[in-house]
């Protein structure tokens, strides 16, 4: 579980708020690859990833996760709002080549990424 705190105006005026919320686990962002909820991302700005979706993927081994805020940065000294994601680097075996990715996703498991549709 983390506590994510409300820094919008509102509630600070009202004194801030936490709300509990639960955390995704390994487990959950691995279903979500499967599923075609997460696709993989370019690791060098401004390419293409190699991929678009997991077609003929053999194995993805993730080598590093990290935490990440994205906020509004509008306001330079307090954000209004931060939305925590993770940000994940993995290698792609295809069978014949290997290639790094990367992915993101949300860390709280309410705000899961959408489903995708064919």
């Not at 708020?17 to 690859?33: C, D, H």
């Not at 997460?38 to 590093?64: A, C, F, H």
């Not at 290639?99 to 949300?106: A, E, I, M, R, T």
Request: glycine share 6%; hydrophobic share 35%; with cysteine.
């Amino acid at each position: 579980m983390c506590s994510l705190c409300d820094f919008s105006s509102d509630a600070l005026a009202e004194g801030a708020r936490e709300k509990a919320l639960r955390t995704v686990t390994p487990k959950t962002i691995m279903n979500w690859i499967r599923e075609g909820r997460m696709l993989p991302e370019s690791v060098q700005y401004g390419r293409e990833p190699p991929i678009s979706d997991w077609t003929g993927v053999k194995s993805v081994t993730i080598n590093d996760a990290r935490v990440v805020c994205v906020g509004d940065d509008e306001i330079k000294t307090l954000p209004v709002w931060i939305h925590p994601l993770a940000s994940l680097s993995a290698t792609v075996d295809m069978g014949t080549t290997n290639f790094d990715v990367g992915l993101s996703c949300p860390v709280f498991e309410e705000d899961g990424p959408p489903r995708r549709t064919k």
